[in-house]
């Protein structure tokens, strides 16, 4: 059996490559880019990619939202939340007070500020990946120090000057699986994401699109603006909510939307991560299915012509 080919942002060691550790059977093939790695997909080279898509610091990932909102027609098949602890590393034998200069992704240096302000008069350089980084620091002779994983740490052969470095514990990062034909399947446990454009900038314009999940009990669970390119202004609205594109509730509402809006660009419906939303889903079923009833109790009283 051939194995499913999935891209991550590498090199080895990096967060990707452990978020894509936990897919299983798949043979990872590290990727420069994000914009690389969303065009493998769409252009065949790879099956899937694994990619950041949120950071609980950081927020959005811009590069792979852009990419799948404007770049590309590709869908989200699953998510994976992955806990971010980082490490500050640097070869053997070289002492914390020797690092002059840290090397890392320009996320995770974002998220590890309290521990660059103590370290006086070194200079800061983005790479892109934190496990770029590792392997520049590892191939260097200087006193170089690199933020990344314990995992970049192992495989390059660093050791960790300081652990746990990033600002706030429970930072996690979001990955999404990326694919380009197959929606994944209803498990009753999933989000789905689409993207609004307007035809035209109007007062309660947002409202008349938030609206028709409200009208429905449609739980939404992120709403973004992004700019469109096209002007100072012009904004589009990445929105993500409960439910799966195969439920009744859930095609109507986009149904509507597709027919009251510029455009609306299908993401993908796929399993999240967590028990919340099935829970809600079972909560707002078991509502509609009240609400029925006492419609039709109703609807029972009526007198009917003769």
């Known amino acids: 059996m051939t194995l499913?080919?999935?891209?991550?942002l590498g090199p080895e060691g990096s967060f990707s490559h452990e978020a894509v550790t936990t897919l299983g059977d798949v043979t990872a093939v590290a990727g420069v880019t994000l914009g690389d790695l969303l065009a493998d997909v769409a252009n065949g080279r790879l099956d899937q990619a694994l990619v950041p898509l949120e950071n609980a610091i950081e927020g959005t990932v811009s590069a792979t939202i852009d990419g799948l909102v404007f770049d590309h027609d590709l869908y989200i098949e699953r998510e994976v939340v992955r806990p971010i602890h980082l490490h500050l590393l640097a070869r053997p034998g070289v002492a914390m007070a020797q690092v002059r200069r840290v090397h890392s992704y320009v996320h995770a240096l974002a998220q590890c500020r309290?521990?660059?302000?103590?370290?006086?008069?070194?200079e800061v350089v983005q790479t892109t990946s934190t496990s770029q980084a590792a392997q520049l620091v590892a191939e260097s002779a200087?006193?170089?120090?690199?933020?990344?994983s314990a995992m970049a740490g192992e495989l390059f052969g660093l050791t960790s000057l300081a652990q746990?470095?990033?600002?706030?514990?429970?930072?996690?990062?979001?990955?999404?699986?990326?694919?380009?034909?197959?929606?994944?399947?209803?498990?009753?446990h999933d989000r789905t994401t689409i993207v609004c454009f307007q035809d035209a900038d109007r007062p309660g314009s947002l409202?008349?699109?938030?609206?028709r999940f409200a009208a429905r009990d449609v739980n939404l669970t992120k709403l973004e603006s992004r700019p469109t390119k096209r002007g100072l202004g012009d904004y589009c609205f990445v929105i993500e909510f409960e439910g799966h594109v195969d439920d009744d509730v859930v095609a109507d509402c986009l149904a509507d939307l597709q027919a009251h809006l510029g455009r609306v660009k299908f993401l993908g419906?796929?399993?999240?991560?967590?028990?919340a939303a099935s829970t809600r889903r079972a909560e707002v079923d078991v509502a509609r299915r009240a609400a029925a009833d006492w419609i039709a109790s109703l609807r029972a009283?009526?007198?009917r012509s003769e």
């Open 164 to 188: 746990d470095v990033e600002d706030h514990p429970d930072n996690a990062t979001r990955f999404v699986l990326i694919g380009r034909d197959a929606i994944a399947a209803p498990t009753g």
């Open 269 to 275: 419906s796929y399993p999240v991560t967590g028990e």
């Open 142 to 148: 200087e006193p170089w120090a690199a933020i990344g």
């Open 207 to 211: 409202y008349g699109i938030l609206g």
């Open 301 to 303: 009283r009526v007198r």
């Open 4 to 8: 499913a080919t999935v891209g991550y």
């Open 114 to 122: 309290g521990l660059l302000a103590t370290m006086s008069g070194i």
